[in-house]
């Protein structure tokens, strides 16, 4: 990765995309109201997780490693919660 700032930047525009695909699923398909909120609370957890994650590197970690980790889990993490919008009911 370039730099911190620019991977803020993708995942802030990966979780509030995220955030806003539930909240009009939620609208269209009048799913319970409970599924909803635990999945935006998610969503949001994960989007302070892991800013919070790249602004403080583990120490005695290799830089490149750690954000390459970081990332495969973000992913990771993401994939589960589209997972979880499709399947809202």
Not at 27 to 50: C, F, G, M, P, R
Request: overall charge positive; some cysteine; hydrophobic content about 40%.
């Amino acid at each position: 990765m370039a730099n911190k700032r620019i991977l803020k930047r993708k995942i802030n525009y990966v979780c509030s995309e995220l955030f806003s695909e539930v909240v009009a699923a939620s609208y269209s398909i009048k799913a319970d109201e409970e599924n909803v909120k635990a999945l935006l609370t998610s969503i949001l957890v994960i989007h302070n997780d892991y800013i919070r994650r790249v602004s403080h590197v583990e120490p005695g970690m290799p830089a490149t490693k750690f954000f390459k980790d970081l990332i495969t889990q973000f992913n990771k993490q993401v994939s589960e919660i589209i997972d979880q919008i499709s399947n809202i009911e």
